[in-house]
């Protein structure tokens, strides 16, 4: 028990260190921009007060006292406009032309209204949206990831700027806007934001309020931000019924607005980002970025009727507009340029009409927005050095000429008045204000991010110091080097470095140079590269031998080892990340055929020896059978591999597409079934009965199995939920997708309850199920039988493998007592040869149908095909340790299966309906059983990673198969190996062998531990360091990052997973020793 305790402290050690690597990469690779903590305010040298007459403003005089601000969730530009290609018959997509009173509004009053796109900065994700369109800022990528969690915006906004002039602001609809701007609005209406399910409870919430609220007039502001439009994206998809009536609803909406608004009032529609053709945004996909913009005055908003279809906008022009308009100080952080056709008109102005003076008045606005532009760059250059020189000296001599320019053309104002030359000079200085702010957002868009490469290189340095120690206990495992001295020694050192970088990394990397840590890591480094190749060249040593011996390396090691390299050199290329898909499929099905080979070759040399035992004696000529070459092992290993393969390829169907890959059809297996349309009704219910048929199947397979070899015998609590409980969880997975199913508007008519009650009992049977494991993990039953009685055997077990056995026990027993046995024989125990296996399956079957729960329905049979081809993997591994060990030789697990079973976990990810990417991520899983908003986010991030790392987890829970499964010897396993095992000559124990050796089984499960974090750490240090050497690469945020990021999650998931189960195989080890003790 003392090396148990020892071999999991040494793997939580690990485990800490990886994850100290990983957080202080993310520190230094991950960082957000510089924030700039100074306030815009009224009083600034640059403003010209030179207006003739006396309207209220702020550096610039106010074209409307109020504003009416609606936010339309994930409203595309292709929503907002009006397509008249479409003929009166034809078959319009359900987003097009919901929107006709827009369309009339432009035609009616051109000069009053106006439609552009209305391009996001990525990550899309509404909190990082709303972050834009309140500041004029960029956010970064790592902002993604705070769209869950939202905190109040210290940095200079349009919302406290308002405030500070006095104006009172009204709020309706998501509280998102709460958590950014606490206590800001006078008056607020605010409903949950969360469930992507829930397409009409903030819509209609707003609707009831809106139009009573906007006629009281006791606001200045009136913000209304709706979620239907991207609930139903998330939902259903752009093209769905249900995004027509969402449209229509906004539609009516718009139309009652703008009859309510008064004459010094604008209005503003927008979305703060788009969607992709599943309804999914995140990313920065042209779908994504491009939302739409709708702006409309009862007043004259512009001087000349604008041509907007052709123009894009910023969503940072929105903070720089707006605050002129209203008359409060652009907020200083602000990149956005004000939308120079909304400040062409001065109705005070005596010659409104004048080109000139519409040039002049646009001119007066952007010189204002430069001059907030220059401020804030001017303070960014000061705390920070990753401006470009040049380009920055180019920006301020490009503003300087044009504030020179600005000054003579005033002067020639007043001397020679409006005349032809003037006007073309004043054109251009407007030009040239626009390039520099244009310039400056470019300039700042590309250095944004700091990196700071110290953290970035104290990473990778801990990362790679981590698979060195990693690699040298998995080396050491055999013999007494893992617990030496020197190890020990070696380990307290390792955690002083790691400490000390992360204290530098994260406390005190402000004052203290990193020199020391660079020194001691390298020494360090230097330390285990010698341990490494002294455990090379030792390699294991027998019981008795003082000399270990030395043995090269197999060959399906060197081959699994050097795919996995070429796997982690491959991050370093866009084009490999793009179509990481198809390698996987290449890679894994290669490992597969390798140990096909070298088990067809183990064949053939076994039998080879078995001919040389007999060339001596006398054969008669058997004739030619072709169904005995057909049934041969060799042509059983051709069949199963072959089966593998074609089991890989039927997972290609379910991949998703991402952006980089088109042209590209997405799959119709990640489409809800409520998407389908009447027209689809059969392939609906087809797709339907065929995935509940593989959950099924699923689940139907383990029961056979175990109920095979006698494992569901009995009427312990763990063996009768397996029985009934776990096929009742089965049923219920199935009546959720079909209550899923349901039309939307039959679905939204139920009451909450009913539409996740069955998924909730999906969950209560798991925790039943999980619990009953854990308190009694053993699937046996006891048979005592008196020695009276005729022998007894449950008619279950008949069938089961071990009976025979059992009954020669017995009757052994009658006839040795010679009336002097006990009263009672020794009892009969069933299950006991697959004590182990049975247990680690029930948890794979458990977590298993959670999964299929989480995946739904359409992914069903892909979780049925990477089940099937494990377990023939599984088989052929088997069948190669059958060939190349004697019955109780298994000591170790085979690094290349580690690695197969690793490629096949990649290519199962994406064969689930996965991407490396935001867009790709299945949304709908956290809200899987549950209706409404959460407490707090850390139920839905855990249903989250259930789903989008399904293969990382199932994977580990297989894990530990490896081990047990090869001392089944199953029936496919005999006919795929030549060699003659115990199972034939009635000697079989099954994976109860291991129990005669508790410290063996310690030891073969913490090197599959090792092994299993080590396969996972390679992956994980290629795409690190992928990502730190491409931070400036022009592709870092679309392809690099998010592969880092789900490589990460990924891997620590695989730890996590991987550790659970060495801790649970010991808790069975622990449990049948006092089971065994009993008799």
């Known amino acids: 028990m003392f090396s148990g305790k020892k071999q999991i402290a040494i793997l939580l050690w690990l485990i800490t260190i990886y994850i100290i690597g990983i957080l202080i990469f993310t520190k230094g690779f991950l960082l957000k921009r510089v924030v700039v903590n100074n306030n815009s305010s009224c009083d600034v040298d640059f403003s010209l007060n030179t207006d003739d007459h006396e309207e209220e403003g702020c550096w610039m005089h106010k ?265 409060v100080p652009i907020p200083y952080s602000n990149l956005g340029m004000a939308i120079p056709e909304l400040f062409n008109h001065c109705p005070w102005s005596k010659t409104a009409t004048s080109e000139m003076r519409q040039v002049y008045h646009v001119i007066k606005a952007l010189r204002l927005n430069a001059h907030q532009v220059k401020q804030f760059l001017k303070s960014y250059y000061e705390i920070s050095t990753e401006f470009p020189q040049q380009t920055y000296k180019e920006l301020e001599n490009l503003f300087e000429h044009a504030e020179s320019d600005l000054q003579k053309l005033l002067t020639a104002m007043v001397t020679d008045g409006e005349t032809g030359s003037v006007l073309t000079k004043m054109i251009k200085l407007r030009d040239h204000y626009e390039k520099y702010i244009e310039g400056s957002r470019e300039m700042c868009q590309k250095i944004w991010a700091k990196f700071d490469l110290v953290s970035i290189s104290l990473g990778l340095i801990v990362m790679f110091l981590s698979i060195l120690i990693n690699l040298y206990f998995y080396l050491a495992h055999k013999n007494e080097e893992s617990i030496s001295p020197i190890s020990v020694s070696v380990m307290i050192a390792s955690s002083v470095i790691v400490g000390y970088a992360f204290l530098q990394a994260f406390y005190i990397g402000d004052f203290m140079n990193p020199f020391m840590v660079y020194l001691f890591s390298l020494v360090l480094i230097v330390t285990f590269l010698i ?89 008669k000529k058997q004739k030619f059978d072709i169904f005995e070459k057909l049934s041969h092992s060799n042509f059983i290993i051709l069949y199963v591999l072959l089966t593998c393969s074609l089991l890989f390829r039927l997972l290609t ?257 994406y064969g689930t309906g996965h991407q490396a990417t935001i867009p790709s991520l299945q949304w709908n899983a956290a809200f899987t059983g549950f209706y409404g908003d959460f407490n707090n986010n850390i139920l839905p991030a855990l249903l989250m990673i259930f789903n989008t790392f399904a293969s990382n987890i199932f994977m580990g829970l297989v894990c530990p198969l490896l081990v047990f499964w090869p001392k089944l010897y199953t029936r496919l396993n005999s006919l795929m190996c030549k060699k003659t095992h115990n199972k034939e000559k009635g000697k079989w124990r099954g994976d109860f062998v291991f129990f005669d050796d508790g410290e063996k089984l310690r030891q073969i499960f913490y090197q599959l531990s090792l092994a299993v974090l080590l396969f996972s750490s390679i992956k994980l240090f290629g795409a690190m360091g992928a990502a730190g050497l491409h931070r400036r690469h022009l592709m870092v945020w679309k392809i690099f990052a998010p592969r880092f990021i789900f490589e990460a999650v990924g891997t620590i998931v695989s730890f996590t997973v991987s550790f659970l189960m060495y801790l649970f195989v010991m808790r069975v080890d622990n449990s049948l020793s006092k089971f065994v003790k009993q008799f």
């Not at 990340?577 to 040399?605: C, H, M, P």
């Not at 022998?791 to 069938?799: E, F, G, T």
């Not at 049975?838 to 089940?867: C, E, K, Q, R, W």
């Open 63 to 327: 074209r409307f006292k109020k504003a009416v601000i609606i936010i339309n969730d994930a409203l595309k530009y292709d929503f907002l406009k009006f397509d008249e290609s479409y003929k009166l018959n034809d078959t319009v997509p359900h987003f097009k032309n919901k929107l006709p009173f827009i369309q009339h509004l432009l035609h009616r009053s051109p000069k009053n209204s106006m439609l552009s796109k209305f391009m996001a900065d990525p990550p899309t994700t509404t909190l990082q949206r709303l972050k834009g369109l309140t500041t004029g800022s960029l956010p970064t990528f790592v902002d993604a990831g705070s769209n869950f969690a939202s905190s109040e915006i210290i940095e200079d906004n349009i919302i406290d700027q308002m405030i500070t002039a006095g104006k009172k602001i009204k709020f309706l609809g998501d509280d998102t806007w709460l958590g950014l701007y606490p206590g800001r609005f006078f008056k607020k209406f605010p409903f949950p934001s969360f469930n992507v399910k829930d397409l009409h409870t903030v819509d209609n919430g707003i609707l009831k309020h809106l139009l009573p609220e906007l006629k009281l007039k006791d606001w200045d502001v009136f913000i209304a931000h709706f979620l239907g439009v991207d609930h139903c994206g998330h939902r259903f998809g752009p093209n769905h019924p249900a995004m027509s009536e969402k449209l229509l609803q906004m539609n009516s909406m718009i139309r009652n607005v703008t009859k309510v608004l008064d004459k010094d009032t604008v209005l503003f529609v927008f979305g703060d980002h788009g969607m992709t053709r599943t309804g999914d945004h995140g990313g920065d996909s042209t779908d994504e970025l491009e939302a739409g913009l709708f702006i409309y005055s009862p007043e004259i908003l512009t001087a000349t009727m604008p041509k907007m279809d052709t123009r894009v906008l910023a969503q940072t022009d929105l903070v720089p507009t707006l605050s002129l308009l209203l008359g």
């Open 653 to 909: 169907n379910f991949r998703v597409c991402r952006e980089e890959q088109m042209p590209c059809n997405e799959t119709m297996f990640v489409q809800p079934l409520t998407n389908f349309t009447q027209e689809e009704s059969g392939l609906k219910n087809v797709r339907y009965f065929v995935s509940t048929a593989c959950l099924g199947m699923f689940v139907y397979m383990s029961r056979v199995w175990m109920k095979h070899y006698g494992n569901l015998n009995g009427d312990t609590a763990t063996v009768l939920c397996a029985k009934y409980l776990l096929p009742f969880a089965t049923v219920c997975v199935g009546l959720h997708w079909a209550i899923q199913a349901l039309p939307p508007v039959v679905l939204d008519s139920l009451p909450g309850w009913q539409q996740v009650m069955m998924a909730q009992i999906v969950y209560i049977s798991i925790i039943s199920l999980i619990i009953c494991i854990l308190i009694n993990p053993l699937c046996l039953y006891v048979l005592y039988v008196h020695r009276d009685n005729p022998l007894s055997v449950p008619n279950m077990a008949i069938s089961s493998p071990q009976i025979i056995p059992q009954v020669f026990n017995q009757l052994k027993e009658q006839l040795s007592s010679n009336g002097q046995a006990k009263y009672e024989r020794p009892p009969v125990v069933y299950g006991m040869g697959t004590v182990y296996t049975t247990s680690v399956l029930y948890v794979v079957t458990t977590i298993g149908v959670l999964l299929f729960l989480l995946l739904g329905d359409g992914l069903s049979p892909s979780i049925l095909l990477a089940s099937v081809s494990v377990f023939l993997f599984i088989e052929i591994y088997s069948a190669d340790v059958s060939n190349g060990a004697k019955d109780s030789d298994v000591t170790t697990v085979n690094w290349s299966a580690v690695v197969t079973l690793g490629m096949m976990t990649s290519h199962f990810f």
């Open 531 to 619: 341990l490494i190749k002294k455990n090379i060249n030792l390699k294991e040593k027998s019981k008795g031998d003082r000399q270990a011996t030395f043995k090269l390396p197999s060959f399906d090691n060197i081959i699994a080892t050097f795919i996995l390299f070429c796997y982690t050199a491959g991050y370093f290329s866009n084009s490999f990340v793009v179509f990481e898909d198809t390698v996987t499929l290449f890679f894994a099905q290669s490992l597969i055929w390798l140990y096909g080979i070298k088990t067809y070759l183990s064949n053939n040399r076994n039998t080879k020896d078995q001919k040389f035992e007999t060339t001596f004696g006398r054969h």
